[in-house]
């Protein structure tokens, strides 16, 4: 199946990756004998053979994104994508992700992160209930109600690194894809083929599994 | 304590919202906006999942309330949709007067920008607080984003069992633990 153009997703200078992928890999696999191989002593999915040898040659090369799955949401509305990425052999980036489906008007990689800007504005109060775990339960339990909670945003990001043999989670308030304006309802039950683009080891084809919230 | 019961806000169908809890019950009051498909969803979701666990007697106690930060591009329509797919009895709640909507984000501590960044593109922030009031208008509890799932249900069955979390006067006699 053909992906149009507008699934691709937009990456630093909006490069087609997809027919890419292959070029990138094998210049990157090149590179990646100079720069990939500098911790193969401490890594612990690393053939000890392979220190300078290129990646992909290697059954357990590519990054591996395990527990995919995708919010149900509608028609519409933007939903996200999660996983957990286990790095393979040597250090990666996830630069680029695509529904194998059209699913929806774009596909980008964003991070939720704590705006920086603006002290000003955020209120300065006493303190939440307990920071990470606000239950009554808790450490503080104040019933101030405070704002002392930054603010938070979204923004696209061109890539995220995958170290060798390290495990990345894009999960809720960090790391997620994300699935902008969806041309139909994404079921509870439903797979999604997910075509991930990384650097080095190019596509490697998931499938998410939609789940409630 | 916070107070919030000076605020009053519209849902969508033109019912004004105040901001205080029916009598002996709780409104679970959460300003987010429907694009954001990661931290907004996750609490809402959340909120369901505690919601649908309630007794129909305690859900006839406890209204959920979402103001739309971002109302330029939250109409009536997207913010209702998206509302239903979490708790279907709650108050999509938007307006277009920003300084309503500032001043009530003010009354409970929250804060949002929304803009255009460098990239063209339409940039929201917003504090992610979960917020509980109850039938005085007192903010009782504000969880956190990353509050997780179970330690939310479990606070809010507490808060309607009528717990309240320590404060400082030593007045307060609840006899709930001080430390987790």
């Known amino acids: ?213 | 304590m916070l107070n919030v019961s000076s605020v009053t806000l519209h849902a969508v169908d033109g019912t004004p919202v105040k901001m205080v809890a029916k009598p002996g019950g709780l409104r679970l009051v959460y300003f987010g906006y429907t694009t954001c498909p990661d931290v907004c969803p996750t609490t809402l979701g959340f909120v369901k999942m505690a919601y649908l666990d309630l007794s129909k007697a305690d859900q006839d106690r406890v209204d959920v309330d979402m103001i739309s930060i971002d109302p330029y591009r939250d109409t009536a329509e997207r913010l209702s949709k998206y509302l239903a797919l979490f708790v279907p009895s709650a108050n999509a709640i938007r307006t277009d007067d920003p300084v309503e909507l500032r001043t009530a984000a003010n009354a409970f501590k929250a804060d949002y920008k929304t803009g255009i960044n460098f990239e063209g593109k339409r940039e929201v922030s917003h504090t992610d607080d979960l917020y509980a009031v109850d039938d005085a208008g007192n903010v009782v509890l504000a969880w956190p984003f990353g509050t997780t799932q179970p330690d939310f249900e479990r606070d809010l069955i507490r808060l309607l069992a009528g717990d309240r979390p320590p404060t400082d006067e030593p007045a307060d006699s609840s006899a709930q633990p001080e430390e987790g």
């Open chain 1, 1 to 213: 199946m053909t992906i149009s153009n507008e699934q691709i997703v937009k990456v630093s200078d909006a490069r087609p990756m997809r027919r890419l992928g292959v070029m990138v890999g094998a210049v990157a696999l090149l590179a990646g004998l100079v720069t990939g191989c500098g911790s193969d002593g401490d890594d612990k999915t690393a053939d000890p053979t392979s220190t300078s040898s290129s990646p992909s040659t290697s059954a357990n090369a590519e990054p591996v994104a395990t527990d995919v799955w995708a919010r149900a949401s509608t028609a519409g509305m933007n939903s996200a994508v999660y996983m957990k990425i286990t790095g393979g052999s040597s250090d990666d980036e996830l630069v680029g992700a695509v529904t194998d489906e059209p699913l929806a008007e774009a596909v980008e990689i964003h991070e939720t992160v704590i705006d920086p800007g603006d002290e000003g504005d955020t209120p300065s109060t006493e303190t939440t209930m307990g920071g990470d775990k606000g239950a009554m339960g808790g450490d503080k339990g104040t019933m101030g109600g405070g704002a002392d909670s930054p603010m938070k945003k979204m923004q696209e990001v061109d890539k995220i690194d995958i170290p060798a043999g390290g495990t990345v989670e894009l999960a809720p308030g960090g790391y997620h894809v994300m699935l902008l304006n969806l041309g139909s309802d994404l079921k509870v039950g439903d797979s999604i083929g997910v075509t991930l683009t990384f650097k080095n080891a190019g596509e490697v084809k998931v499938t998410a599994e939609v789940r409630e919230m």
